[in-house]
């Protein structure tokens, strides 16, 4: 089951899906991580759908957006995308998946190295707006999302399985909205990263591999994390801030009128 915005995509990927594995089945769930109202809906839709759920793959992002905009809730878009959104989703999906010992995948960014912690005096970034640094922030919250949920799940002695990765440097249309200087370096950039399929090696394994662990990130080993073979890499210590990743758990709790049961 695909939980995608955009309908015409998405139907080109069932069709190429459909093709490429005959007797699939794969179907659309429309989804926009960017409205609540729109997480709320999706997940009655795959609870009334789906009744066991193996893995949920969070690997919906926006980046590079080039003025600060706000969601229709009022989050920062970065942010109210990549974490808010799939915050609420998880909430609402994990009984489902804890039904089924099944898996939640966070995909994550190397690119919260670039940011030394969370603005929670400022989570919408009014006072200050710079679209890398807010991408940074908005996946580092993702990431102590993950953490945060695998340390609650091994205290309520849960069989869920949270895993955390990421995709290294890979050939992507996620900057498509960005700036033309920045759309630029990326063209050379990209003569040195790996292809998109590569890119989802890591999210491959976190839903599918037995044997990993908690409190790692799983991504591309090799030219400072970027390309490579998939394996555990270094992990910052603020990304590991368990202060922190209690705090903006309680502020998306808050935030979405959500209570994350565990």
């Not at 995948?105 to 679209?131: I, Q």
């Not at 069989?159 to 050379?188: E, F, W």
């Not at 390309?227 to 502020?251: F, N, R």
């Amino acid at each position: 089951v695909m939980l995608n915005r955009s309908e015409k995509k998405s139907m080109e990927a069932i069709a190429v899906l459909e093709e490429e594995f005959a007797g699939g089945n794969v179907s659309l769930i429309k989804l926009d991580l960017a409205s609540l109202d729109s997480v709320r809906a999706a997940a009655a839709a795959v609870l009334a759908k789906v009744p066991s759920i193996d893995a949920l793959i969070c690997n919906a992002a926006i980046a590079q957006v080039t003025t600060r905009e706000l969601t229709v809730d009022g989050f920062e878009s970065q942010m109210g995308v990549n974490y808010f959104g799939h915050f609420l989703l998880c909430a609402l999906l994990f009984d489902r998946i804890e039904e089924s010992k099944g898996r939640i995948v966070v995909v994550g960014s190397a690119g919260y190295k670039m940011v030394d912690g969370l603005s929670f005096d400022d989570l919408t970034f009014e006072k200050s707006y710079a679209s890398n640094p807010v991408y940074c922030e908005s996946k580092l919250a993702q990431i102590m999302m993950g953490f945060e949920l695998q340390r609650r799940i091994a205290a309520a002695g849960k069989d869920t399985r949270v895993y955390v990765c990421h995709p290294g440097a890979s050939r992507t249309n996620l900057i498509a909205n960005a700036s033309l200087a920045k759309r630029a370096a990326y063209c050379i950039i990209s003569l040195f990263s790996q292809s998109a399929e590569r890119g989802a090696y890591p999210e491959v394994m976190c839903a599918t591999q037995s044997g990993l662990k908690d409190g790692t990130m799983y991504g591309p080993t090799h030219r400072w994390e970027t390309v490579g073979p998939v394996g555990e890499c270094e992990l910052a210590p603020h990304a590991q801030d368990q202060v922190a990743a209690a705090k903006i758990w309680k502020m998306a709790e808050e935030q979405t009128q959500q209570v994350f049961t565990v």
